[in-house]
């Protein structure tokens, strides 16, 4: 007899449990999940536009001089850092051999000077005109170093050599563009907005181009900037970055035409929900909305519209938005906060569920 109330006493705790997870799981009802559908129709915009290179540029030299040579021509493909033209630099190297020789007098003067101070055999005055002079100088040496290194021009990015401005022997004078680079990057799309369509840009969603050399192709769009202030014409420029795809990109100049996705200016979003899904309570109409991460659901209030004819209802409410998951049936029989678990999915090869 003591053996059975001992066995007793042991079960009872695992039968305790047993109920209390069973419980647990009751409480936690399934429940079928849909989502909730935008039904207002995006906005289509478009716009012609130019392809444009990410970087576009016309290189100078710093100094004037005659032009000894091109180390490329036009269509050459370059690297950066890579020689692109240089300008004769016999003068600017006479310049530096004597500014170099006179340098090195002026330095050696400097520095006898300011031992001989060291030891107090001469005046504070003559060791200041030797700090001074070192100081005018090296500063006159360093600035025809730099003149010399401006004779040659290389390029500040990888990319393709445009055009040729001018030709090997020609003077060109200080800031005269002389070749042109545009850099293998992505390309860029420019487009012009309206303003009416520029005070609506926080609604923009989605922006491809087209192009009529490539006809079965649409290039996807990433927003780059838009100008913040509008040109002569009253138009704010658009820039649009191409996404590199596996179709053939587009080449600097080429015209496009821009489409841009917009959703409607609105405040309140109508959408449409599971006529299941409703429920009233006091004459206000509410729907629950499920949170996978929490795996609970929460009461938001809607305001119904219409029905539709597919068994949805649209319906509109700040606090809902498009591929929100609502419970769609059985509304009735939870309450504000529930845990549930949603029903899982029908298998391709269980249809109806009945297996």
Same mark, same amino acid.
């Given at each position: 007899?003591?053996?059975?109330?001992?066995?007793?006493?042991?079960?009872?705790?695992?039968?305790?449990?047993?109920?209390?997870?069973?419980?647990?799981?009751?409480?936690?009802?399934?429940?079928?999940?849909?989502?909730?559908?935008?039904?207002?129709?995006?906005?289509?915009?478009?716009? /012609?536009?130019?392809?444009?290179?990410?970087?576009? =540029?016309?290189?100078? %030299?710093?100094?004037? $001089?005659?032009?000894?040579?091109?180390?490329?021509?036009?269509?050459?493909?370059?690297?950066?850092?890579?020689?692109?033209? &240089?300008?004769?630099?016999?003068?600017?190297?006479? @310049?530096?051999?004597?500014?170099?020789?006179?340098?090195?007098?002026?330095?050696?003067?400097?520095?006898?000077?300011?031992?001989?101070?060291?030891?107090?055999?001469?005046?504070?005055?003559?060791?200041?005109?030797?700090?001074?002079?070192?100081?005018?100088?090296?500063?006159?040496?360093?600035?025809?170093?730099?003149?010399?290194?401006?004779?040659?021009?290389?390029?500040?990015?990888?990319?393709?050599?445009?055009?040729?401005? %001018?030709?090997?022997? &020609?003077?060109?004078? *200080?800031?005269?563009?002389?070749?042109?680079?545009?850099?293998?990057?992505?390309?860029?799309?420019?487009?012009?907005?309206?303003?009416?369509?520029?005070? @609506?840009?926080?609604?923009?969603?989605?922006?491809?181009?087209?192009?009529?050399?490539?006809?079965? @192709?649409?290039?996807?769009?990433?927003?780059?900037?838009?100008?913040?202030?509008?040109?002569?014409?009253?138009?704010?420029?658009?820039?649009?970055?191409?996404?590199?795809?596996?179709?053939?990109?587009?080449?600097?100049?080429?015209?496009?035409?821009?489409?841009?996705?917009?959703? /409607?200016?609105?405040?309140?979003?109508?959408?449409?929900?599971?006529?299941?899904?409703? %429920?009233?309570?006091?004459?206000?109409?509410?729907?629950?909305?499920?949170?996978? *991460?929490? $795996?609970?659901?929460?009461?938001? *209030?809607?305001?119904?519209?219409?029905?539709?004819?597919?068994?949805?209802?649209? =319906?509109?409410? *700040?606090?809902?938005? /498009?591929?929100?998951?609502?419970?769609?049936?059985?509304?009735?029989?939870?309450?504000?906060?529930?845990?549930?678990?949603?029903?899982?999915?029908?298998?391709?090869?269980?249809?109806? $569920?009945?297996?």
């Amino acid at each position: 007899m003591k053996q059975i109330l001992v066995w007793m006493g042991c079960l009872l705790p695992l039968l305790s449990a047993c109920r209390a997870g069973q419980s647990e799981q009751e409480q936690r009802r399934l429940v079928k999940i849909d989502t909730v559908r935008s039904t207002a129709p995006l906005v289509v915009m478009q716009y /012609p536009g130019r392809v444009k290179a990410s970087q576009d =540029v016309s290189l100078a %030299f710093k100094v004037s $001089g005659t032009i000894e040579r091109f180390a490329v021509t036009d269509g050459t493909q370059v690297k950066q850092g890579q020689l692109l033209v &240089e300008l004769d630099p016999t003068d600017y190297q006479v @310049q530096l051999n004597a500014t170099e020789a006179e340098y090195q007098q002026i330095k050696a003067e400097a520095q006898r000077v300011m031992a001989i101070y060291a030891d107090s055999a001469t005046s504070a005055s003559n060791y200041d005109k030797a700090v001074y002079g070192l100081k005018q100088i090296t500063a006159k040496y360093q600035h025809h170093k730099d003149q010399l290194a401006y004779t040659k021009i290389y390029a500040p990015f990888t990319g393709t050599v445009q055009k040729r401005l %001018f030709e090997e022997h &020609e003077t060109v004078g *200080a800031g005269m563009p002389v070749i042109s680079l545009i850099s293998n990057g992505e390309p860029e799309v420019e487009i012009n907005l309206p303003a009416a369509e520029y005070v @609506q840009r926080n609604l923009f969603s989605s922006f491809h181009c087209t192009f009529e050399v490539y006809p079965d @192709q649409k290039y996807e769009l990433r927003p780059l900037s838009i100008t913040p202030k509008a040109n002569a014409n009253q138009l704010y420029t658009m820039r649009l970055q191409v996404v590199k795809g596996e179709q053939p990109m587009p080449s600097p100049g080429m015209s496009t035409m821009v489409t841009i996705l917009s959703h /409607p200016s609105e405040a309140v979003e109508e959408m449409s929900v599971p006529t299941t899904s409703l %429920f009233e309570s006091e004459g206000v109409s509410f729907i629950y909305r499920y949170a996978p *991460a929490a $795996g609970k659901i929460e009461r938001v *209030a809607v305001e119904m519209v219409r029905p539709l004819s597919n068994g949805r209802v649209i =319906v509109r409410s *700040a606090l809902l938005h /498009p591929n929100d998951c609502v419970i769609a049936s059985g509304v009735r029989h939870l309450k504000d906060g529930d845990a549930v678990t949603p029903l899982p999915a029908p298998s391709p090869s269980n249809v109806g $569920g009945l297996l």
